[in-house]
């Protein structure tokens, strides 16, 4: 018998209604005690799938008019009974539930309790556990796609179908060599290859979108750099579309780095504008050109910003040279003023290069093209399954290393039975990612990452 367990469902502030959630074999009972249905009905006598209006009763007295939302195990997201309870979304009225539904008997929810229960009753298995806490956390349209993609099984059917012709192929192996006598037909060497094979290269692409996948759907780390004055915090509020950057022409205006996440077309970059890069006795400026010289050297994109309108200076072949060996992007602003830039030098150390007038807010989508072009998401189709993260990652890329052994294996000629291990070693990994065979360990710690109410 599982506990039945509590907690805020919603956001902590103050919102237009919050949900608390019970689940566990009492939650129906418990609800029953703080929540009265204006009909009368006891929520006991109520059938699964019903919304109930009534009242939140505490210390005897009617709190809050609600709606209580009743789901009856299996048919719930937890597989277990579930009551939701839709109070006025004030921070007050929605603990002052909860509490109630505490001194009913319920006791608090941890961390990821409810998906975990979902995943132990069978109701989601550990890629689509995980697909719920980056769907919650999805910072733009792509990572909410792919999140959901994650949600409906498209990861899993994947990795179904790849489990179901490697199992096919161990087990009738497995019973060749062991049942010598029965007339089962021997695995032809195509057909164990081609199931290798086939394995081999539907691992091979979730590998290979996953990087793409990252930055598609968490965004990418891209500081603005530049010596004074090019137009980078021009830059910045034109991608921002607000004024997260101090423009002035005085130069040295932003001594600091100033951070911030923006939209560009579907790509999620997470700026930092930075102190413009020259030689400075301002001990603050100094510090911040420091700090400049150190986000070049940590950002995963670099934005490198020239100044078209004036000579190539010292400290922009610095910048140049400083630049050299990252994932760099030259953008030369001002294009709308005449050009003085030799761009020449620019273009042999850079190979995107892009023209923008930040002031004037042209050029946006020729950066955005240079970006995926460098980074090489162009053709990303958040459609296809994705692997989510580097727990998932791995367990593929161990799984792949099985198959290439296999294949080796087979190519040489070794027995049956030898191949066998590496494919069942290869079943495992894929069995550990969906979270058949995962551990318990594994579990934990996937459903520790999450926040209590889900
Ligand atoms: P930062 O020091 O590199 O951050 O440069 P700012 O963004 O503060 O811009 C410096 C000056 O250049 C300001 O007066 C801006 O209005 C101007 N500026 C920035 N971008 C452009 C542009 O595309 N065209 C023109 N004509 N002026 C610009």
Redesign the pocket.
């Known amino acids: 018998m599982s506990k039945t367990i509590a907690a805020v469902a919603t956001g902590n502030s103050a919102a237009g209604i919050g949900v608390i959630r019970i689940s566990g074999d009492d939650a129906i009972a418990i609800a029953d005690k703080v929540f009265k249905p204006l009909d009368g009905t006891p929520l006991t006598e109520v059938k699964g799938y019903t919304a109930k209006y009534g009242n939140v009763i505490t210390d005897g007295e009617a709190f809050d008019n609600a709606i209580a939302l009743i789901f009856r195990e299996p048919r719930s997201y937890t597989g277990e009974n579930v009551v939701e309870i839709s109070v006025h979304g004030g921070i007050f009225i929605v603990e002052k539930t909860l509490q109630s539904v505490f001194s009913a008997g319920a006791i608090p929810a941890e961390a990821g309790e409810f998906t975990k229960r979902a995943f132990l009753n069978g109701k989601l298995d550990l890629t689509q556990a995980e697909s719920v806490a980056e769907l919650i956390s999805a910072q733009g349209q792509e990572a909410a796609k792919a999140s959901f993609n994650l949600l409906q099984g498209s990861l899993s059917n994947k990795i179904n179908k790849i489990l179901d012709s490697l199992i096919d192929c161990s087990a009738t192996m497995a019973a060749w060599v062991d049942y010598p006598d029965e007339e089962i037909p021997e695995l032809s060497d195509e057909s164990l290859n081609e199931t290798l094979l086939t394995a081999r290269n539907s691992l091979s692409d979730l590998i290979k979108n996953y990087e793409s996948g990252i930055v598609m759907t968490q965004g990418i780390d891209t500081a ?1 750099v ?12 034109m991608l921002s579309g607000e004024e997260k ?10 001594r600091d780095v100033v951070e911030g996440s923006v939209k560009l077309g579907n790509l999620v970059l997470h700026l930092s ?1 930075t102190a ?1 890069i020259r030689e400075s006795d301002n001990i603050v400026e100094a510090i911040g050109i420091k700090r400049a010289k150190e986000k070049i050297d940590t950002a995963s994109l670099v934005l490198a ?1 020239f ?1 078209s ?1 004036s000579p190539l200076s010292t400290e922009d072949r610095g910048l140049i040279s400083k630049c050299s060996g990252k994932q760099s992007v030259a953008v030369i ?5 005449d050009a003085k830039l030799d761009i020449s030098e620019i273009e042999k150390a850079f190979e995107h290069v892009v023209y ?5 807010g ?1 050029g946006a989508e020729a950066l955005e093209k240079e970006i995926k072009n460098l980074l090489g998401v162009n053709g990303f189709d958040s459609s296809q399954p994705l692997l989510a993260n580097q727990r998932q990652k791995n367990c593929v890329v161990n799984a792949l290393a099985h198959i290439n052994s296999a294949i080796e294996g087979a190519q040489m000629g070794i027995t049956f039975d030898a191949i066998n291990v590496m494919i069942d070693s290869a079943v495992d990994e894929l069995l550990s990612l969906t979270g058949k065979k995962a551990t318990e360990e594994v579990v934990n710690n996937i459903f520790s990452r999450f926040c209590v109410g889900k």
């Open positions: 603005i530049g010596k004074p004055n090019v137009g980078k915090s021009t830059l910045m509020n950057s101090i423009v002035t022409h005085i130069e040295g205006t932003t504008d413009g910003v100044d309108s602003n001002k294009s709308d003023l923008i007038s930040a002031k004037q042209d």
